[in-house]
Each structure stands twice: as C-alpha cells, then as structure tokens.
C-alpha cells in the first residue's frame, strides 16, 4: 500500500542522516513525503499538507505516517510515556468529545485525514431502583443519582448511593443514556463539516514518536502500581484526546545525544519507521486505541560488512571530485579574429523575372481621340504600370525571407566544440562589435523596396500626364479650326487673286498664285507644328515616368547587393553575439556543476562520517578502500546516479520475521533481521462510579 510519510518539523533534526535510506524505495514509488505546515492558522487540509493532493491522485488506498520526536523542553506537553496523551487533556477531562478545534497540532492533523469523530451518548447517568419496606404494598421507586445530592453538593458514587438508601429493599442501579444538546450537536456538525476530506480518506493513520526510556527501577514500579487509589484500567487517551477511530500509536525510546548509543539509536529508529512503511502489518498485531513499542532487530555483522562497502564507495568518489578541483581543465586561448570571420549571405534578384513596367508611348497620335480617345488609353495604361510595380516590389519578399532564413541559421550554428571565453577575451570581442553597431543601427536598405515612395512618384507623373492630354485638341476640333483657317485665307487672297486675273497680266496672276499657295502651306505647317509639339509634350512626360521607373526596376535589382551586405554584416554581428552567450551559458554550466560537486563532497563527508561513528559504536573498525567501476566519472548533473550514490543497497525480495507468531514483513535491507511491535502497558486511575459503569473493561 502506497505510504505517505509526514515528518514534524521537531523530528527532522535526526532525519537528515537516514534520508538515504528511505530514498530506494521513494523512487520505487512505494512512499513519498510531505511537507506539514503545523501552524494553527492552517484549519484544512490542503493548507496543512499542500503537498498530499498530487502525491495521493490517481491512489485508491493509501495511509500515512506521522513521525514525531519532542525534545526535552517540549516534553511537558504531554505524557512522558505517552507522548499522544496530552496533559491538559488528563485531570478533570470527560471521556466526551471536546465539540472544539483541539489546541495540538498532532490531534488536528489526524482529524483533517480521517474526520472529526462521531458523535455518541453524551454520558450515562446511574439510576436507582428499590422498594421503600416503609410502604406497604409498594412498587419499585426509581431514583436518579442527580436526586440523591443534597444542594450544592456533587453527584454521590454508587458506594455513596448504597449508604444513603441502605433502608431499601431489593436495590438494583441501571444506567440512562445523556444525550447532547442540539446546540451541542450544531457544533458538532460544524467540526464535521471543517474537516470534510474530497476523495479517499487514507486507510490507517499511523503516529510514531521517539520518547525517553521509562524508569526501570523495581522500587519505583512497585510504588507505581500500588499507588492506585480506587482502580486502574487501560489509559482512555484516544478518547480523552479526541482521536478518531483508525489512528494507531506507536514509541521508540530513544537515549540522549551524550550516550554512546545515541547514533546507532537513531538508525534503529528510522530503520523501524522505514519498515512500518513499505509493510502492511496485520491489524490484530497493531490495534487502534492501543501504543505499542516499535524496535527492529539488526544483524550488526552484515551492516558493518554494508557500510563498510559503502564507505569505500564514497571514498573513492569523494578522491576523484578532489581530484577535478585540484587539477581543472585548462581551457585552450581563443584568437578573437576567427570568431569575426565575415557571414557569406548571398541575395538574389536577377531571377526574379517579371515583365516591364513602363507605359507605352506609341498609338499617341496628333488628335487627342484619333485613332481611339488618350485618356481611355492612359488610365489603362496607368492601372497596368501600378499592378506591373506592386507586383515588382512584392517579388523580392521571397528571395528576401529566404536569405534572412539563411543568415539567421549561420547565426545560430556555433561551432563544433563549443567556445568558452575568457574575460580578455570577451572584452576584446565586445570592442569588435561596439564598432559595428554604427553601420547595423541606421541599415542602407531603409530606403529600398519603398512601397509608398514609388505609389507617390507615380501618382504624381499620373496627374501631369492628365492635365497634358486635358489640353489636348480633338479631331472635331482640328477639322472646325483648319476649316476656319481656310475660309480666312480665301477671304484674305481672293480678291487679290480676282484683281491680278481681270489684269490680263500672267505675270502678277502668278505672283499673286505663288503668294497664295506659299500663305497656305505656313498656314497649315503652323497648324501641324502645334499639334506635333502637344504630342511631344505629352510623350516626353509618358518618357519622364518611364525613365523614373526604369530606375526603380533597376534599384530593386540592383539591391540585392546593398541586401547581402547589410544581412551579412548582421550575421556576424549574430554570430559573435551568439558566441558570447554561449561562452556565458558554458561558464555557468561549468560554475555549477563545480559547485553541485562541492555540494556532493559535503554530503559525502558528512554521510561518511556518520558511517564511521556508526561503526565504531558497534564496536567494528571503519575500513576504506579504493574501488574501481562505474565511479570513473562524476555526473553531478545526473541527480537520481548522485543521490544513489549516498544510498545503501537495498536488495529486492527479502524478508524478516514480524514478532514472534512467525510472520514475515519485507526486509528494506539485508541487515534488518526483525521487526517488534510490543503493546505497551499503560493505566490510569478511575473513580469508582466509572468502574461500575464498566470503563475502560
């Protein structure tokens, strides 16, 4: 059955070097610990054992283990035989419960795992029945023992009673239970409902505590049991104290720190709790309401042998971490040069592909709707050129993340044997890389793949191109002026032509033709020459874009360079840093596992010089040899190999005699070679009117 083990706070002074012992059979899963917060403020559960609710989920029984060892300045709390029999529960206490939150921190604990006890008869009153030979013919008169006192004076005892009605016939006395008040029982519920418990209560609640030897002197025995002055029956402090049912109590004796033995008892102690916990023991040998004596029985040869093994073990390992402190491993100089080596990133555009993105600037005739209407023309042409460059600037994303991928991997990938740096070194490398800081803090590409600039250069050429055809002649226009100009140049050369025709003078009429047609053509080559420069201006603004915007293809593409350069530069500047951090995370590992060493020394030489004390107070010689094996190396950073170190072997299967009646437990080491559990003889006194209402039989 699964154990849960609840050390009090004044028993771990003697815990610490008997935590070994225990650990094998933690990491069989067979028990585990938990920590007790004993303060009077902790009134449930999971404020007293926050621990319990993870160590117990998924367990459908378990029982716990509560240690306890008071120390001499402590002992007055209780009964130096019985250190569970409280004194403030003794002199005057009723056997009822108390229906408060008791004061002792070992009573509340056994009521928040098992429950406030059940309420019962409240107490039995004696009640006498006689026939009074005063009174003829009478029938039998019953009388309580409350009625027979005079006022003002106590209940009389059953020997009292008998005097009192001495003239009567036939006396008998039965008893009338006294039940609880229902303000009583309302209190009663309320301690019930305090210490309500979600999930399986554990099965037994065992207590175990050390106690000082009880005299042994005949004399103050003999004096001891005729010191009775009415009676003596088994001590009631389960019911003085208010233990629910399912507690057992168990006592070590233990002997003072100054006598020889005290280490040896000590181990016997935790031996015997150790087996207590990985054993069911059978509830006829270990009754509630009952304290036993726990012992185990050692066989002294095989510990010796045992731990004289073990001493050898720690031995040895406790040379080789002398061993590393003494000769550390030097680490080899570092040229700081090489770790600055320039990070290749390469940023490739020219593959990009993609189609031109300037606007046409043919089918631009020299009438603004000839052959089709510009305007219709140009916002084509301006929808494709904005979707050709978005397009354009969304391309290089990919090539870009790709080479971003690549100098985040090279920053990342250190070298194969990792690099510890010393404190010149480190400084040297931070001076390297101060001065790079300037040129990665303000990037050259801040200014490239500039969605919103180029969407602004093209809006604006957008807007000029507009108002440019705005200007623009239609056909219609063209034919309505050349017809105008027309009609004036015959209004103007007409009659002059009339004139040099009716002359009959050939020579002026030709002069005045030549003159004519020499009018009409400047007349028209004006025409013409306004209309081509319209085209043009509108052309060269068309050419004015495209140039602008050949030059961000060019950018673009052209960018790849300034890319690689800035993400190369940020590669080794990663890098480097990267180094760094790894040369800190190195040393911290390296401090720690130096420490987790020291650390380990201690407890070994504190676990070896308990060994060796133990194993001169059993009259053996403490033997350490140097061994060989699996300790050629230390790996602190392996805590279940380190802690295994400072255990015993705890061989598996082995078994040891339970008393005397022939059962058999299981041995938690080979050199345990019995277990006792001897029920400790233990009274008090009682009235007489307690011994005739049957207590205690």
Do not use: C
Request: hydrophobic content about 40%; cysteine-free; aromatic content about 8%.
């Amino acid at each position: 059955m699964f154990t849960v083990i609840i050390l009090r706070d004044r028993a771990k002074h003697i815990f610490s070097e008997a935590r070994s012992l225990f650990e094998p059979f933690e990491e069989e899963k067979l028990l585990a610990f938990v920590d007790w917060n004993e303060s009077p403020r902790a009134r449930t559960i999971d404020d007293a054992l926050p621990g319990i609710r993870p160590v117990i989920k998924g367990k459908k029984e378990w029982r716990v283990v509560v240690v306890d060892s008071p120390d001499e300045d402590e002992a007055d709390e209780a009964q130096l035989e019985n250190p569970f029999d409280f004194l403030d529960n003794q002199r005057g206490r009723s056997l009822n419960l108390s229906l408060e939150e008791s004061p002792h921190s070992l009573v509340r604990l056994a009521h928040m795992l098992l429950g406030y006890p059940p309420i019962g008869a409240k107490d039995f009153e004696a009640v006498y029945s006689f026939k009074d030979p005063s009174v003829a013919g009478a029938n039998r008169v019953e009388r309580r023992a409350s009625e027979l006192r005079d006022a003002g004076q106590p209940v009389p005892t059953p020997f009292e009673a008998r005097t009192i009605l001495s003239g009567m016939h036939d006396l008998k006395i039965h008893y009338h239970e006294v039940e609880y008040t229902a303000e009583e029982r309302a209190r009663h519920d309320a301690l019930k409902a305090r210490y309500e418990f979600r999930g399986n209560r554990p099965t037994e609640v065992i207590f175990i505590s050390t106690r000082r030897p009880p005299e042994t002197d005949p004399h103050v025995q003999l004096r001891a049991v005729w010191s009775a002055e009415l009676g003596r029956v088994p001590s009631r402090f389960v019911a003085r104290n208010d233990y629910p049912s399912g507690t057992r109590f168990a006592v070590h004796d233990m002997v003072d720190r100054e006598d020889s033995n005290y280490e040896k008892n000590v181990l016997w102690f935790w031996l015997a709790v150790l087996s207590v916990s990985v054993n069911h023991l059978p509830p006829s040998a270990f009754q509630a309401d009952r304290v036993y004596h726990l012992g185990v029985e050692v066989d002294t040869a095989a510990l010796v042998a045992t731990m004289n093994t073990h001493l050898s073990r720690l031995g040895t390992a406790r040379d080789r971490i002398d061993g590393i402190f003494r000769n550390p491993v030097r680490r080899p100089k570092t040229d700081v040069s090489t770790l600055l080596v320039q990070q290749d990133i390469p940023v490739e555009f020219d593959q990009l592909g993609g189609e031109s993105i300037t606007a046409r600037i043919d089918g631009y005739s020299l009438a603004t709707d000839v052959p089709r209407s510009e305007s219709s023309q140009w916002w084509a042409d301006y929808a494709q050129i904005v979707d050709r460059t978005e397009a354009l600037m969304r391309r290089p994303r990919r090539a870009l993340a790709a080479a971003v991928y690549d100098a985040r991997l090279k920053a990342q990938m250190l070298l194969n044997a990792e690099v510890e740096l010393t404190r010149y070194e480190l400084e040297d490398l931070e001076d390297d890389l101060s001065r790079q800081m300037g040129s990665l803090a303000v990037p050259a590409t801040a200014d490239l793949l500039d969605r919103k600039a180029v969407r602004r250069m093209i809006e604006r050429h957008h807007r000029l191109i507009l108002v440019t055809i705005a200007k623009r002649l239609h056909a219609t226009t063209i034919g309505v002026a050349t017809g105008v100009a027309i009609g004036a140049w015959l209004l103007g050369l007409l009659p002059y032509l009339i004139e040099a025709g009716t002359a009959q003078d050939s020579s002026a009429l030709g002069d005045a033709g030549l003159v004519a047609l020499l009018s009409l053509v400047v007349l028209f080559a004006g025409g013409v020459t306004a209309l081509v420069w319209q085209r043009r201006e509108l052309v060269t603004k068309i050419g004015d874009l495209n140039r602008e915007l050949k030059a961000i293809r060019a950018q673009v593409y052209g960018g790849a360079a300034v890319f690689g350069t800035y993400l190369s530069d940020m590669s080794t500047y990663m890098r480097a840093r990267a180094l760094i951090l790894g040369s800190a995370v190195r040393e911290d590992r390296e401090r720690t596992r130096l420490k987790g060493l020291d650390q380990l020394k201690v407890a070994i030489t504190r676990a070896m010089e308990f060994e060796r004390s133990l194993i001169t107070s059993l009259g053996a010689t403490p033997v350490v040899q140097k061994v060989d094996g699996d300790l050629n190396s230390l790996d602190v950073g392996n805590r279940l190999r380190m802690r295994r170190l400072l255990q015993l072997p705890s061989p598996a299967g082995l078994t040891v005699p339970f008393n005397t009646a022939g059962e058999q437990i299981k041995a938690p080491y080979d050199f345990v070679a019995r277990l006792n559990l001897d029920r400790v003889s233990l009274f008090e006194r009682v009235g007489e009117d307690e011994i005739t209402k049957g207590v205690g039989s």
